[in-house]
């Protein structure tokens, strides 16, 4: 990876971006700087050579790759401290903020500069996250660069940034709907006999193998449940069950819920 990354702002998805990125071996921690108010937090990295450093301004200026991962009420200071620093011919700046808009930031910095919008998940710590990235009027060769950033954190994918809301309910925020529906299926599991460890197991590896048999067959989840559900069998009855209290409805309204507060 030629260019050099800096995490501005190294909090919970700061970090799930530089453990996804260190797992890639094609990266060299030596070119990535990561900051962060107090770092004592932080300082375990240094000797897997990743820099750490409370100065911005510095961070930037020995980067090329400008990640922004700091709260939405901290966004406005950062930008004004580091706009400077930002070379238009050179810097590529990306915000995972939420709710912040590429034409705020840009009218922020005052600069000609290419400006992107991604949201990735805490999956990519494990480099298996979803990031939905928007950018302006940015070149080819900026966009692949953004892209081939974030497919290191799992897959990719662009769209419009009006759907960058939706983009936090269905892909950020929609790693802890999945997580709490483990969680139930663990419950479960330990009711009808199962310790603990043994159901999450289960579970965990049930809910990996769901998720890849609709990413490598490219099929319709409707269509694999009906491979399962045999006439008056058990599957059937429990999906009934579920339904007859709710179970679709209560995640789409979840959904909906967490769009509409993420909209005011």
């Given at each position: 990876m030629?260019?050099?990354?800096?995490?501005?702002?190294?909090?919970?998805?700061?970090?799930?971006?530089?453990?996804?990125?260190?797992k890639?071996?094609?990266?060299?921690?030596a070119?990535?700087?990561?900051?962060r108010?107090?770092t004592e937090?932080?300082?375990?990295?240094?000797q897997s050579?990743v820099?750490?450093t409370?100065?911005?301004k510095k961070?930037?200026?020995?980067?090329?790759?400008?990640?922004?991962?700091?709260?939405p009420?901290?966004?406005?200071?950062?930008l004004?401290e580091?706009?400077?620093?930002?070379?238009p011919?050179?810097?590529?700046?990306?915000?995972?903020?939420?709710?912040?808009?590429?034409?705020?930031?840009?009218?922020?910095?005052?600069i000609?500069?290419?400006?992107f919008?991604?949201?990735?998940?805490?999956?990519?710590?494990?480099a298996?996250s979803?990031?939905?990235?928007?950018?302006?009027?940015?070149?080819?060769?900026?966009?692949?660069?953004v892209?081939?950033?974030?497919n290191?954190?799992?897959?990719?994918?662009?769209?419009?940034?009006?759907?960058m809301?939706s983009?936090?309910?269905?892909?950020?925020c929609?790693?802890?709907?999945?997580?709490?529906?483990i969680?139930?299926?663990?419950?479960?599991?330990?009711?009808?006999?199962?310790?603990a460890?043994?159901?999450?197991?289960?579970?965990?590896?049930?809910?990996?193998?769901?998720?890849?048999?609709?990413i490598?067959?490219?099929?319709?989840?409707?269509?694999?449940?009906?491979?399962v559900?045999?006439p008056k069998?058990?599957?059937i009855?429990?999906?009934n069950?579920?339904?007859h209290?709710?179970?679709?409805?209560?995640l789409?309204?979840?959904?909906?819920?967490?769009?509409?507060?993420?909209?005011?």
């Amino acid at each position: 990876m030629k260019n050099r990354v800096a995490i501005i702002g190294c909090g919970n998805i700061g970090l799930s971006l530089l453990q996804g990125l260190m797992k890639n071996s094609e990266i060299e921690a030596a070119k990535i700087t990561v900051t962060r108010r107090n770092t004592e937090e932080l300082e375990y990295l240094k000797q897997s050579g990743v820099n750490v450093t409370t100065d911005n301004k510095k961070a930037v200026k020995d980067s090329d790759l400008v990640v922004i991962a700091v709260k939405p009420y901290n966004i406005v200071g950062i930008l004004e401290e580091i706009k400077d620093q930002l070379d238009p011919g050179k810097h590529i700046l990306i915000s995972v903020t939420a709710g912040v808009s590429i034409k705020e930031i840009q009218d922020q910095l005052k600069i000609k500069l290419p400006v992107f919008r991604a949201m990735p998940n805490i999956s990519a710590s494990v480099a298996k996250s979803v990031s939905c990235i928007s950018h302006g009027d940015a070149l080819k060769n900026e966009i692949d660069a953004v892209r081939n950033l974030f497919n290191y954190l799992g897959t990719s994918m662009i769209i419009d940034e009006e759907l960058m809301q939706s983009a936090t309910i269905l892909g950020a925020c929609g790693v802890a709907y999945v997580l709490r529906f483990i969680r139930a299926m663990i419950q479960g599991g330990i009711q009808i006999g199962f310790d603990a460890k043994t159901a999450s197991e289960i579970v965990n590896q049930t809910v990996k193998g769901a998720a890849e048999l609709l990413i490598q067959r490219q099929t319709h989840p409707e269509s694999e449940i009906d491979k399962v559900t045999t006439p008056k069998g058990c599957t059937i009855v429990g999906l009934n069950e579920m339904e007859h209290n709710g179970f679709s409805s209560s995640l789409i309204k979840g959904i909906v819920a967490s769009y509409e507060k993420i909209e005011k």
